[in-house]
Each structure stands twice: as structure tokens, then as C-alpha cells.
């Protein structure tokens, strides 16, 4: 295979909703490129793409698959993402190692969610973004309603390069605007038959060729002059006005294919090849330092491993991309992570689970190699004398988690080797050994994405394990102030154990004034403070102490002990077992033996005067309250809103965003459980949704009762 130099290198990326027909059209890709004889079908689960057990099983793309392209004499690496939102990891992924994105959209649906979810992330990543409208040979196909719709969400970015001439199930032909020609296709489609366009069509291409070459002379004042002088480009003055549009986002071209029959695949194609940038023209990424550094093959060699998968015969194979440099079979780089060394002692071109060998990688490439020591997903590795580090990937939160446990007790380990590999592979899958809830949370963008790695859990590691709705990670408070003593004595020969405590407990709230005065059943306690303790609790609040002792009721040594019996009780609260937060204690009185006393005696009288004085100071269970932001069209809007308020929700705000309905919400964790599931089911997949910790907020009384008695039945059990 020929080795590619940096400026013939274009890196690609398939992106769009679920069902938008990536994955044919890489098939109908790979066929017009000669790397594959004959088109497979998702149907049969021959696809060059979708090659795992488990995308086989379910029908559809779960995880991004690279292949590669030898077209016009120049490398067009493609990576195939998934379009569930569940799997939107893969894309953002795909997004931040390639320099242009090919959204496909659905005829039959126009925009969907999914659709500007994706783009948003494009935005966000300021990357270059080609249309294709695909499948437009499936019934209920209105080409002009969804351009318009198109330029209604996305903006006058929107420049046609073709269109259709009869889209529905006849489609088989189209007017290319920029080459000003027709293209036709027989009833299988494959190789077009390129004719003249139709006199009944010239006017309607002619204005759309107009708009084209506006489009591209506005990227380059030169173009423009000779534009205002001639009124028309060359093909070549439009590619490069295109090409400079591409980069800095100024036009959206649209493309029409149905990926099924490949019609107009190949006319894409020659686009990606001649008109979408480089590598080379594209921004220089930066390193965790914020220098660039230039995909420059006579450069320092670094490579970022964006990908790392275990995959059927092989083990564990690392996909890469070149950043600088040139990269050689058999070259030892450094891993940045761990400071160890690493041979790339095989280098692969890839597509799907093809792999060819190659003895070279130049600035810009995409690769795979196998068998490496210690090498994860976000790693980068260096040639001797470089430095560079890249953390360039940004995740979203997850919205949808569960607690996980092997059916088979002895599995527990493994299964939490398995469970962080598994998020190496997909950094989506998120794994929490949760001290607080005493459970394994995992952790991912939606219902099916557990599933999945709960179905390759169970069919390739061959552990069975069961999914559990995870506690809920209250807070307990309180909410007015109370005072306690506890005698902690216990004599079982020899020496005993002694230690008394006296202590008022209050609500802590930042700013409020030292404690001076108490009154309780008209005796009052004056404070004499000594010390004070401001503990920062990890779960959030603080714990508050002053030592307010007089008199040597208790020996100094003795304070950290009853500190320490208090954070029992923090960690540990009286209500639920819970921790409980922003508390300020005054231990104010006590007693000592000079013999029996210890620090175990202490740690419990603290303990459980501080439990007592908790009941007594009308305590509280406060719950994890989010902000949910719901995309949703506006046919579903009132179902939506009438689900999300059967989940104590409040409702802070709707409006109208491009097409779709936007509600702004607050709901607690608790009722979010299911909501994955939910709203797929309610609005048949077409929105989706954003969750963010926002705060904690007093859980209402009747509540709070029924978790009360929860905990009693469960602590009974015990």
C-alpha cells in the first residue's frame, strides 16, 4: 500500500440519527473504492462496518468502526459512528480525530432530534460539515419541506449542490449544480449515466448554480472581484471558495444519495476527495500546554490513542492517529500516562476488522496496532524528545445509571476488571464503587446503552449479572438546635470503660455568629469557646465543632475521640444511613474517669449523644434535585410535560428551538430512574434529553416518612 503524505490525507466522519443509513453508505463507499466486491446488508449482518456479536444482534451501529478509502489518489480515512443517542460518545470521538463531518439526514423525517444534537456538538467543535440527504427513495420523501426545514434550524448556511428531479420511490436521477450536469441511475443503481440537463430544469439549476458560486466567492475576496467583474467561477476557483467555506463554517452544501442502491454515492465521494479539506488545511490542535503542534511528517512523532477495543481473534487493538511526525513499524514511544515504554511493533491500516500492515504513518494518518502493554483510550504516545500531552475529548454527563452485581458472588472481581476495560473502550460507560450507597453504579447516556454492555458482559465475558435500581444518595439534616448527654460505662473486670458527654447540636448555615447562648426548658448554657474544628465534609457541607469545656470536665486528649464519634454519625446518619451534613456541634460538659476513661469511650459517648440530639432537632432527609433540559417536537409536548409533572418536577421554563420544544425543568434523582426508557417510549425516540446536579432540597414529609420506615424494616432485617 502506498504511503500518503500529509496533504493527501482527508479524515472523515459518518454522523446522523439513528436509521439515517451511515453504515450502508460506508458499504456503498468501500464498493465504489474497490476495497469490497460485493455490498453487505444490515439485515444480514454482513456489513463491513458493523462486525461485533452484539450490533449483529441488535440490528444497528453501537460502536464507531474506521476503514479507509484509496480514491483519486489520495487516503480518505472514514470512521462509521453509531446514531443513538445512547452510543453519542463514538461520534464526539470521531468528530475531535477527523476534520470534516458527513451528516446524513432521512428524507422520510427531515431534522430530527438526533440530527441537531449532533450538530450542536459540530458547532461546538468548530468542524466543516457536509450534508447528505439520503434514503430518498422511500415513500413520503418532500425534498423541498425538508431543505426548508434545514434552513430553518441550521441557518442560510444551507447551499444546495444537487437536487433531486423525481424523489419518492422512482428516484433515479439528479441535477448537479456545480458541474452543471444530470446524473441517472438504471433500477440497481452503481455507475450514472451523466447527461445534459433538461430544458424544463436549466432554470431552476441555473439559479441554484448562481447561489452556489455566491456561496464560494464570499470565502475569498479575489473570487469575489472576479466574480462581481465575470459572473461566473471555473470549476477549480468554486472547489477552493467551497473549500475555504467548509473551514470556517460559512456554507452547509447538501448532497443527495440513497446509500441502499448507490445512487450518487460516487459523485460524493469525488467531492470528499477533491473539494473538503486536508489535514493540512485544517486548525492545528493544541496540547494540554495550549501550543499547536502542526501535522508535520518531518516533525517529532506523536500519536493520540483515541479508540482502544477487544475484538473477535485478536485482543485488544489501539486505533491512533499520527499527530506529528512520521511513525515507523518497530519505533518504541513513551507513554505520557504511565512514563513506560511501548513498541508499535505492527502498524495497520484498517477497515472494520480488516487489517492491512504497513511499515509507515505520516502526520495526519489513522491507524491500528495490536499487543500493546499498557495503553488506554486518551493516552498519547511520544517519540524520544517530545513532550506533547493532547486531552482535547470532552464527554457528556451521563443521564441513566444502575447498580450492577454478579449473579455469582465470586465473580465481583472480575466483573470490576471487566467493568474498567469496558470504559476504556466506550468512555461513556462510566463505573463508580460507590462507598456511600454500598453498590457498583455504572453509569451511561441511556437505558440501551447499559443494556448493551450488559448483553457483552453476559454473551462475551460469559459472567451473568443483574441490574438494580441504585439507592439514592440522600443527605440528612436538621433544622432547629437541641442538646443531648450520653454516659458511656460499661466494667467487664479489669479496666473499664467511662466517658460522658454533654452537647448542643444546631442547623449550620455559612456566616452565622459564634454560638453564645442556649435555652433549653428554661435553663440556659453559655458557651465558652476554647476551640473550634471546621471539617469540609466530601459529600458536601461541613461539620462545625467547638470545644466549649470548662473546668477539666474533659481532658483536651479526648476531644479528637468524641470529633471522631461524631463523623461516625455524619457518615452514617441517625435517619436513614445517610450522611448527613451542615451541622454545628458545642460540646460544652462531660465527665472523666481518671482510671476507666479511653478514647473508645469518648467515640461512643459522642456518638450517641450527638445520634439522640439529632432526633430531638427536627432532622430532615434532603434529596438530589437535577436540572433536566428536554428537547421534544411539539406534537409530543403535552405528553412530555404531563410525564415529567407525574415526577414532581417543576417546570422553569419552555420555548420554541428550531422546529423543536425545549423544557427546562427540576426533578428529583429519585423520580429520573426510568426516564430514559419513558421518553423513547412516549415520543417514539425522537428527543432527548440533558440532566445536571443542581441541589439538594427537603424531601416532602409523607416522603420522608415512608423512607423512615424503609430503613427502620431494613435495619430490623439486619
Partial sequence: MKVYETNEIKNIALIGSKGSGKTT???AMLYECGVIKRRGTIENGNTVCDYFPVEKEYGYTVFSTIFYAEFLNKKLNVIDCPGG???VGNAITALNVTDTGVLLVDAQYGVEVGTQNIFRTTEQINKPIIFALNQLDN?????DNVIQQMRDVFGNKIVLVQYPINPGPGFNAMIDVLLMKMYSWGPDGGVPTISEIPADQMEKAQELHKALVEAAAENDE??????????ILTEDEMREGIRKGLIDRSILPVFCVSALKDMGVRRMMEFLGNVVPFVSDMPKPVNTELEEVAPDSNGETSLFVFKTSVEPHIGEVSYFKVMSGTLKSGEDMTNMRTGNKERIAQIYCVCGQIRTQVEELKAG?????VKMKDVSTGDTLNAKGCENKFDFIKYPAPKFQRAIKPVNEQDAEKLNEILNRMHQEDPTWLVEQSKELKQTIVLGQGEFHLRTLKWRIENNEKIQVNYIEPRIPYRETITKASRADYRHKKQSGGAGQFGEVHLIIEPYTEGMPEPDTYKFNGQEFKMNIRDKQEIKLEWGGKLVVYNCIVGGAIDARFIPAIVKGLMDRMEQGPLTGSYARDVRVCI???????VDSNEISFRLAGRNAFSEAFRNANPKILEPVYDVVVLVPSDKMGDVMSDLQGRRAIIMGMESEKGFEKITARVPLKEMASY??????????????TLKFASYELVPSDIQEKLLKAYA???KEE
Fill in 222 to 231: 479575489n473570487l469575489m472581484e472576479k466574480f462581481f467583474d465575470q459572473g
Fill in 25 to 27: 453508505l460506508a458499504e
Fill in 588 to 594: 460544652y460538659d462531660g465527665k472523666m474517669h481518671p
Fill in 676 to 689: 430514559s426508557t419513558a421518553l423513547s417510549s412516549i415520543t417514539g425516540g425522537r428527543s432527548s434529553f
Fill in 713 to 715: 424494616e431494613e435495619f
Fill in 365 to 369: 494518518d489513522i491507524g491500528a496496532t
Fill in 139 to 143: 415513500e413520503n420523501v418532500d425534498f
Fill in 85 to 87: 443517542d445512547d452510543f
